[in-house]
């Protein structure tokens, strides 16, 4: 940000939106004959005002005798015994957040929900004092006014627009209803000179969707036609430039997301062309795609934790989707689901509100068969985020840019970093966004990668210059194996994360880094104390389960470990809510950068008897009866019979040549290859993933089947036969034998 300008425009603040007396609003509304004064005007607009996207007096009917019609008169309870209309008592964001006034727009819903005059008069009493104050009311921040800028325009017309049909013909008194409507005009007036060109970030993009609203709600205002032209060429910049191919918003940031995409929902009912853009689906989808289990997305770069559930109903409805209302059906209770749906307006065409209905009634119709249809894995390439997924078990692994912002970015000081959840809730967690970005630990801890699993060097903050690679994904449906490269803090790390997915299955993380002469501090945090339970093994579980057991590989002489204690959201499953409490962090520190971490998720509170030993570069995890063997491309894991004898049950490596197990030759190939081989019947059946034209060579016993096609290969040396993958692709080869 520029300390000297400020992070919008120079201030262009005057008469025309800060000012606007009776004469002036009159004529703002193009002088109609027969208007002179406000009682006139209201008259005016009442007859000629459209319906707003969601309807106040409908909503209220929908949420009668439900909890959020209790929440709503908690909300607007203080406005009954008086509110410091300025805000002074609050920090420096919180000021600018408190002038969105959301803490008034609460009166007019409990009016109609109650019928006590006292919310109405509380309304008016409120509005007409925070009008008259407003102005003496200063920020913090340099060069942005507390009341005029671009959230504040947003929000106060997104609060305050959808209480105009309603006070419209209500007792409020004509000077506060000429107050509210000055309010909406005065900030419309302030978006359209402020965005008359394109800048990334939220800020803008939700105004603009709200300097839409107000052009379609109040058509007959002389200003509404250029209003609603600007809005609707910031709108399609945004989707252009702002929108990630994958669906994501540019900052990366779910909380921020799911903010222009119910902004976008707005418009996009105003708008079917809005509706109609590829790229609003996308932001639907991209919400699916990181949406847990539990029904909860994790609170990644400076986000709330978000439950999606009721952003993607809206979105069927928005976009004629049945398929978002079934997989909102997901995490809404029956009532829960009938309450939202009844929440939205119905459709004035006739053909699509029938439509609507028959999605409703069809929505909650074979629920089990949504969940297994999610991918095994998920790359967002723009967005930078990949979700491996296990029957039970999720990781999701951001490897994505640092994003400016208006203000300060978003953009957390961690790379290569992963959050871990199973049986719904959160195993390895993250501090994630703060309580106020006033907070004195919201650089030092939130944004910091101190508060994510990731690798830090001597201390330092990571660079916004990450310089991060990838590797292509691999994924033989056994196991996902994720790397990356980064040089964020001065030098170059490497982080290779690998998710077993059947049973037992976990998660092994390798770190390394060639450099000398630093510090590295290997990070890992839980919502439950980390337990030692032997040398470099620790347990974290809830008391009833899951838990999670961490096990590094490495001296404990030379590995010094420290336990510490900060504060992150955490989901509560049951009450699709998320509150603050501990976050327990384990910090591993060596002289080298060198870390391997094994991650063994458990169900209930009883850690698993796990041994993690190495030889020769290669990992063996003992699970008692389940033992893995890793190596640097490949991961081979037997089981153990009744005699203790060991049995292949499969082996799968990336990027390789050649498949063995124990030394036993399973495969060749003349090209590398993604590979699985898997014990069917006595028999090994081969997955092999090529790039193009690859020979194959495997010892054959019986017939041999590509893709279930017979096919005769050629015989080799020692019992060894050839045949052809004939092309880029992934093929299924049966009757190998095992040595």
Request: charged share 25%; net charge negative.
């Amino acid at each position: 940000m520029n300390a000297t300008s400020g992070p919008e425009k120079p201030r262009h603040i005057d008469h025309r939106i800060n000012r606007i007396g009776t004469d002036d609003l009159i004529k703002a509304f193009g002088s109609p004959p027969g208007v002179h004064d406000l009682g006139t005007l209201r008259s005016f607009v009442a007859d000629h005002m459209q319906r707003p996207a969601w309807p106040l007096r409908e909503w209220v009917e929908a949420i009668r005798s439900t909890p959020a019609a209790e929440a709503v008169l908690t909300e607007a309870a203080p406005l009954l015994t008086g509110v410091d209309v300025t805000g002074s008592e609050h920090g420096r964001s919180r000021r600018y957040g408190f002038h969105y006034l959301g803490w008034l727009s609460p009166g007019v819903p409990a009016w109609l929900l109650t019928g006590d005059d006292r919310y109405l008069y509380a309304f008016e009493k409120h509005l007409d004092e925070w009008v008259e104050r407003r102005d003496s009311v200063t920020g913090e921040w340099p060069g942005l006014d507390v009341i005029w800028y671009s959230l504040g325009t947003w929000a106060r017309c997104r609060n305050l627009l959808p209480t105009l049909a309603v006070l419209t013909d209500s007792a409020l008194s004509d000077q506060a209803w000429g107050r509210l409507v000055a309010t909406l005009v005065g900030g419309a007036r302030w978006a359209h000179d402020e965005h008359d060109v394109f800048r990334h970030g939220n800020w803008q993009l939700v105004c603009a969707t709200e300097l839409l609203h107000i052009s379609t709600v109040l058509p007959d205002l002389v200003e509404a036609g250029v209003w609603a032209s600007r809005a609707r060429a910031r709108i399609d910049e945004h989707l252009l430039l702002d929108v990630y191919a994958d669906g994501g918003h540019y900052e990366r940031s779910p909380g921020y997301h799911k903010m222009c995409l119910t902004a976008l929902q707005t418009a996009a009912v105003i708008d079917a062309d809005v509706a109609a853009h590829p790229k609003v689906a996308a932001m639907h989808d991209w919400l699916g795609a990181l949406v847990s289990r539990g029904g909860w997305i994790p609170h990644l770069q400076d986000s709330h934790i978000e439950w999606p559930a009721t952003s993607l109903l809206r979105g069927s409805y928005v976009l004629d989707d049945p398929t978002l209302a079934r997989i909102a059906a997901l995490w809404l209770t029956p009532d829960e689901f009938a309450s939202e749906a009844a929440m939205l307006p119905a459709w004035e065409d006739a053909a699509r509100q029938q439509r609507w209905t028959d999605t409703l009634a069809a929505a909650r119709e074979g629920l089990q068969e949504i969940q297994p249809a999610l991918p095994r894995s998920t790359v967002l390439p723009d967005s930078g985020y990949v979700i491996l997924r296990g029957d039970d078990l999720r990781a999701v692994i951001n490897y994505g840019p640092h994003i400016e912002h208006e203000l300060e970015s978003h953009s957390h000081r961690a790379v290569l970093d992963l959050v871990l959840d199973g049986w719904q809730q959160p195993l390895l967690w993250e501090a994630g966004g703060p309580p106020s970005y006033d907070d004195p630990e919201y650089l030092t801890w939130y944004q910091s990668g101190r508060g994510h699993n990731t690798v830090l060097v001597d201390d330092r903050e990571l660079g916004t210059d990450r310089g991060v690679t990838v590797d292509p994904l691999v994924d033989t449906e056994k196991l996902a194996v994720f790397s990356g490269h980064h040089r964020g803090n001065g030098l170059p790390q490497s982080r290779t994360i690998a998710m077993v997915r059947e049973e037992p299955a976990f998660v092994v993380v390798s770190d390394s880094s060639a450099a000398e002469s630093h510090i590295f501090r290997s990070c890992w945090h839980s919502l439950y104390p980390w337990r030692e339970v032997e040398p470099l093994t620790y347990d974290a579980s809830a008391a009833d389960g899951p838990g999670l057991l961490l096990l590094e590989v490495g001296n404990p002489s030379t590995t010094a470990a420290e336990t510490s204690e900060g504060t992150a959201r955490r989901p509560l499953v049951d009450r699709r809510i998320a509150e603050y409490g501990s976050l327990h962090s384990l910090v591993l520190k060596r002289d080298t950068g060198v870390f391997t971490t094994v991650l063994v998720p458990h169900a209930t509170a009883e850690e698993p008897n796990v041994r993690v030993t190495r030889d020769d570069g290669e990992l063996t995890i003992d699970h008692g009866h389940t033992v893995d063997r890793v190596g640097p491309s490949a991961w081979v894991r037997t089981k153990r019979t009744h005699l203790l004898v060991e049995m292949l049950s499969w082996a799968t490596g990336w990027r390789v040549r050649s498949l063995l197990d124990r030394g036993r030759p399973l495969l060749r190939t003349s090209e590398d290859v993604d590979a699985t081989a898997t014990v069917v019947d006595g028999a090994l059946q081969l997955e092999v993933t090529c790039t193009g034209r690859c020979g194959l060579w495997i010892r054959p016993t019986g017939d041999i089947r590509l893709d279930g096609v017979l096919v005769t290969p050629e015989p080799a040396d020692d019992g060894w036969a050839h045949l052809t993958l004939p092309y880029t692709g992934r093929w299924t080869v049966q009757g190998a034998r095992h040595g």
